[in-house]
């Protein structure tokens, strides 16, 4: 958020307020955006800031072999031509209702109403209404539907669109926010990392996704910024984790050295145990917050809670005298940073087509130290750094 807040505004001095405000702006990410919610606040000097929607545009939960059909733009041209076709077309009422009523109507239309057999299939599979509009892989769609039915749905259209973690942001989710939130001429402002992508469904570069949203200049190419240091983690942290890029893409320049990441091989049945372990060793060293990232947090945070550990300042965290602990899920822990981490068992976590997004992610977490805990093999390639 920091480098987001220098781009828009890199003054050093404060500026005035009628100089900094921001004739409004959405701020799209994952579900960090409820801890930064009060530096984003600040951006514009009372300007707009983006509502929990915009959280949900910006997350990215791709579950199954038919996720192509709910992120893509084809989905959306669908959307609106069957919207503009129904005979009954929903005009009042509430949205949520209005919107259920298209999407049962379409699940029960013919491939030639909807776009092909392909969406007919993913469509007619759908679970029940309370299951999809309580997942957020299906709100790009109910979205669509809501801005099909009325494009003044959003609200009114914003100047500037600062998009974080965009490797993410998949093709509907970019049709949604350029055609239903971003003022005609608007600008653009994206920040992410490649390698940190957790989807086979999003762009696999920067230049390609630029083409696909119409980012490229008359020679169709794209200026964009490299930072070519890390002021997150150690450089042998990110050379722990460089592990599972390509080797053409493995970079190892960072700002702080630390110590060696510790990987720490146990038994099944000790694997919680020696999460909790670490972490404690870690808040005995840092003053800052210390993660245990993990697929399985419940687990985790029920023997947090049997050895008489309280609940935290933060959700998901448990405390201990002046010792916190938060216990995260790798799709939670994205874009957050803490002091120390504990990452369990990484040859579960999903993989990617030639990439380990998540796993990259969840281990450059930690600014200052990290420690992997694992009963199963270690993903190919991921070894300790000698």
């Not at 068992?345 to 998540?358: A, D, I, K, L, T």
Request: hydrophobic share 40%; charged share 25%.
């Amino acid at each position: 958020m920091s480098a987001t807040a220098w781009t828009l505004c890199p003054q050093s001095q404060p500026l005035p307020p009628s100089s900094r405000r921001l004739v409004g702006y959405w701020v799209v990410g994952g579900g960090w955006l409820g801890w930064v919610r009060s530096a984003v606040a600040g951006l514009g000097g009372g300007a707009g800031v983006s509502p929990d929607d915009a959280e949900a545009a910006g997350s990215v939960e791709v579950d199954g072999g038919d996720a192509q059909v709910d992120s893509h733009w084809v989905l959306r041209r669908a959307i609106s031509q069957f919207v503009r076709s129904m005979p009954d077309r929903p005009t009042t009422g509430r949205m949520d209702r209005r919107v259920r009523r298209v999407v049962d109507a379409m699940k029960r239309a013919n491939a030639s109403e909807v776009g092909g057999s392909e969406t007919q299939t993913w469509l007619r599979s759908l679970p029940g209404w309370s299951e999809v509009a309580g997942q957020a892989r299906y709100l790009p769609m109910l979205a669509t539907i809501a801005t099909s039915l009325d494009p003044g749905a959003v609200g009114e259209r914003v100047d500037h669109l600062i998009v974080d973690e965009a490797q993410d942001v998949r093709s509907l989710e970019w049709r949604l926010l350029t055609g239903s939130v971003l003022e005609p001429g608007g600008s653009l402002s994206l920040f992410g990392d490649m390698n940190q992508r957790r989807s086979d469904w999003t762009k696999p570069s920067w230049q390609e996704l630029a083409e696909d949203i119409e980012m490229t200049d008359e020679a169709g190419q794209l200026e964009f910024h490299e930072l070519g240091r890390s002021y997150r983690s150690t450089r042998q942290i990110l050379r722990f984790a460089n592990q599972l890029l390509p080797r053409g893409e493995r970079g190892e320049q960072a700002l702080q050295d630390g110590p060696q990441p510790a990987v720490l091989r146990v038994a099944e049945s000790s694997r919680s145990d020696a999460a909790f372990d670490a972490a404690i060793d870690l808040t005995g060293r840092h003053e800052g917050m210390v993660a245990i990232i993990s697929l399985a947090p419940r687990p985790l945070s029920n023997l947090f809670r049997d050895r008489e550990w309280t609940r935290g300042r933060w959700q998901h965290s448990w405390r201990s005298g002046a010792a916190e602990v938060v216990i995260l899920h790798p799709d939670e822990a994205r874009g957050l940073e803490f002091d120390a981490a504990v990452v369990v068992e990484p040859g579960e976590f999903p993989q990617n087509v030639g990439r380990q997004g998540v796993l990259y992610t969840s281990l450059t977490r930690a600014n200052k130290e990290l420690v992997v805990v694992h009963s199963r093999p270690l993903p190919r390639g991921l070894r300790p750094s000698r």
